[in-house]
C-alpha cells in the first residue's frame, strides 16, 4: 500500500500532503463544531507555508522536501548548545567538518564569514599548520590569481585561474548542478573540469571554460567498440570553449579501479554526452588501451596536443608505485616530449562513490604526491617546463596557500563547489536520491537546483575564497600565491617543537636526479630500477630493500 501511495505522492511531500489533507478534513467537520476552526487554521498554515517551500528557489532541500525541511533547520538551530554541551566540536565531522562547511556555505552566500571569540582549534596539538605573517604586509590591487599553462610545445597556452571546479561528470551530478557550475564559472572567468563523462550540452550553455577529461572510456572520442578515435576528438578539442585536454589516468576516489554506469541510468541525454548507445552499460575499464608503456603515453600526449591544434594536454593521477612514476618522467627525459600540465589527485577520495578499501586505503594522500610529482621534475630539470595542479579536500584559502607552498601551481575543488550548489553532505551521492539536486538524475529532484541562484553561489564562492587568499598573502608580504614556498607554512610536530614545511621534507635541487640520487628512501629505492619503456614492477622490491617511503 506504501508503495503505491508513493507512487502518486513521493515521501518527501508526505507531510505537506498530509497538512492539506487535514486542513480539507477540519474545514469538513467546522460546520459541525466551531472547535475544528483553530485545527484547520494550523494545518492551513502548514500548508501554506509547504507551497511556499515548494515554489521558492532559494533553498533546494525546502523545494524538494517541503515542511519537513523545518525540522532540519530547527535541530541546525539548537544544534551548536547540543553540541557544547553533550557532543562534538565544530571540527571533529568528517569528511568534511561543519566549520568548513559553514565557511562556504557564507562565502558562497555572500554572508559574514568571520567567526568571534578566537579559534576553535587546539594550537598546541601536533599537526596544527599556520602560515607566519610579516611585519611589512602588503596591499594587493586584485585577488585575479592566475598562471599560464602551456610548455614550450604548447601553441595555445590558457591563462588560469588558481582555483577551478575540478573533474564531476554530467551523470554523477545533474543537470542543473552542471549549469549551475558552468554559469558560475563564466562570471568568475575559472574553468570547469567535465570528468570523463565528456562534454554535455549543458556544460555549452553558458559558454564557460571547460578542462575536457578523457578517461579510460574515451567518451566523447570514442569508435563504436570503445576505442579512441582522433576525429571524434578533434572535434570536440577544437571547440573554442575547451581550453584544457586533461588525460585521466586515475583519481583519489578510486584509483586503479574502473566503473560501469547500468544500462538503467543511461539516458539520451548521457548517451548523446558520452558517445554510448542509450540502456546499455556504459564501462570505464580500469586502464587505457591507447598506450601501454611510458614512452606510448607521451607519444599519445604530443598526438592529443597537435589534433587539438596546439593547446595545453596534460594528465592527471593519484600517485601509487613510484617507479610508475618515475618512469614516466624517464620518458619524458628520452622523448624530449612533455605535458603542459600534471594535476595530482589526492587518495583522500573524492566526489566518485567507492568501496570503503578503496576510499580510505588506496592511492597516496595529496600531500606525499604532490611532493613526490614537484620533487621530481625539479630533480629532473622539468619543473619549469610543466605545470602541477592539485585536487584534495581543498576549500579554503589556506589549502591553497599550504597546497601551493608545497609545489602546486593551482588547485581544483570539487565537493567545495558541490558545497557552494547547496550540498548537505547527506552521502547519499551514489543512490539517486540527492536532497538537494545535486547528484540526481530525478527530474524532480533536480527541480530543486535553481540554476541562477545557485550560479550566483558559486561564483560568489570562488571570488570570496580568493579574496580571502588575497588578504592572506598580503599579510605574509606577499603578492603572489606562486611566492609562496614550503617556508612559509609552520607545521607543529610536538607539543614543544615547530617546523617549517621546508624542514620537514626532503626537497629536491634542481638537476639532482640527473647528477645522482639523493639519500632519499623512494627515490633510492625506485629510481634507477624504474624504465622509460614500462611501467611493470622492477625485479627488487621495496620490501627486499627494506626501504619505507616517507
Known sequence: MFQVLENIVPKRYWAWSIAAILCAGCLALLPLSSLWLW??????????????????VKQAIRRNYPLLAHFRFFFEYIRPEIRQYFLEADSEELPFSRAQRSVIYQRSKQAVDKRPFGTQLNVYEPHYEWINHSIAPVHIASHDFRIKIGGPDCARPYSASVFNISAMSFGALSANAILALNQGAKRGGFFHDTGEGSISRHHREHGGDLAWEIGSGYFGCRDASGQFDENKFAENARLDQVKLIEIKLSQGAKPGHGGVLPGAKVTREIAEARGVPIGVDCISPAKHSSFSTPRELIAFIARLREL????????????????????????????????????????????????LEFTDHVGAPLREGLMLVHNTLVGVNLRNRICLGSSGKIVTAFDIAR????????????RGFMFALGCLQAQTCHTGKCPTGVTTQDAKRMRALDVPDKSDRVFQFHHNTLLALKEMLGAAGLSHPGELGPEHVIRRVSATEVRSLAALHHWAKPGELLAGVPDHPVFKVFWDVSSADSFAAPSTTLSQRGAKMH
Do not use: R
Open 308 to 355: 587539438s591544434g596546439g593547446k595545453p594536454v596534460g594528465f592527471k593521477l593519484a600517485i601509487g608505485h613510484p617507479w610508475e612514476w618515475f618512469a614516466i618522467v624517464k620518458a619524458m627525459l628520452a622523448t624530449g616530449i612533455t605535458p603542459d600540465f600534471i594535476v595530482v589527485d589526492g587518495g583522500e577520495g573524492g566526489t566518485g562513490a567507492a568501496p
Open 39 to 56: 485545527p484547520a487554521l494550523v494545518c492551513g498554515a502548514l500548508t501554506l507555508v509547504g507551497l511556499v517551500d515548494f515554489l521558492q
Open 403 to 414: 597546497t601551493m607552498a608545497m609545489g602546486a601551481d593551482w588547485c581544483n575543488s570539487a
